[in-house]
């Protein structure tokens, strides 16, 4: 089945130490978005490739770097990750034109911790 | 004000029961509306998408837009356990490829 991987599904990191999640895509979609969840809120969008276009949200932390080597993958980067971004990190893909507007199909997440 | 507001409940029912879960949105400029599912300590999963105003019905879910009011709605009918979850309302059309998110209403089904 089609679908949006991300790996690990957990990560422990201590404070200070880089940390790179990854994701990959079988959709073959365009579009690749990163979402921060913290408990309880909204999914809150960090940056998103527009092929390769890359697209920072104004209120992201310079902490937070991402690279698409290809369509397939996306990969966060955080540089020195803080107590404060222990989060639920969620990768999502997106068909844009063609697809339906604005519909977006998202991976498991990854858990990040940080001791 | 946020954009999209969303209570967060949670909001628990017996099993079997018919559940409304609501959003308001603050921007006209909206078009696009879904209902995504969070179960636990995993990825939203896309449940229903309408574009505009009207109802969509799906098995035991229907979504309904109410634009003029700037309210949208999820229905369970038949409510089961497995149903317990995070919804989550997602709205686009107003910039971009971006989904604007209210933050959740927790639901618990209880047999």
């Known amino acids: 089945d089609a679908m949006v991987i991300q790996n690990p599904r957990y990560q422990v990191t201590q404070f200070g130490k880089p940390v790179t999640l990854s994701c990959s895509q079988t959709?073959?979609?365009?579009?690749m978005y990163w979402y921060q969840q913290k408990s309880s809120q909204a999914p809150k969008l960090l940056f998103h490739?527009?092929?390769?276009?890359?697209?920072n949200e104004a209120d992201t932390p310079d902490n937070f770097q991402s690279r698409r080597p290809n369509t397939s993958f996306c990969f966060l980067d955080i540089r020195s990750p803080g107590l404060g971004d222990a989060a639920m990190y969620l990768c999502?893909?997106?068909?844009?034109?063609?697809?339906?507007?604005?519909?977006?199909?998202f991976g498991p997440g990854t858990r990040l911790t940080v001791t | 004000q946020k954009e999209v507001e969303q209570d967060p409940g949670p909001l628990s029912v017996p099993e079997g029961a018919i559940v409304s879960l609501n959003c308001t949105y603050s921007?006209?400029?909206?078009?696009?509306f879904m209902w995504y599912r969070q179960y636990s300590r995993k990825g939203p999963e896309l449940l229903m998408y309408?574009?505009?105003?009207g109802n969509k019905e799906d098995g035991r879910f229907t979504a309904q837009v109410d634009k003029s009011s700037k309210y949208i709605s999820l229905f369970i009918r038949d409510s089961q356990p497995s149903d317990s979850a995070t919804y989550l309302c997602?709205?686009?059309?107003?910039?971009?490829?971006?989904?604007?998110f209210g933050g959740g209403t927790r639901l618990m089904v209880k047999p």
């Open positions: 921007n006209s400029a909206f078009q696009y």
């Open positions: 490739y527009y092929d390769k276009d890359f697209n």
């Open positions: 997602a709205i686009g059309g107003n910039a971009g490829n971006m989904l604007t």
């Open positions: 959709l073959n979609h365009n579009v």
């Open positions: 309408t574009y505009s105003s």
């Open positions: 999502a893909t997106s068909r844009v034109p063609t697809g339906r507007p604005y519909e977006q199909y």
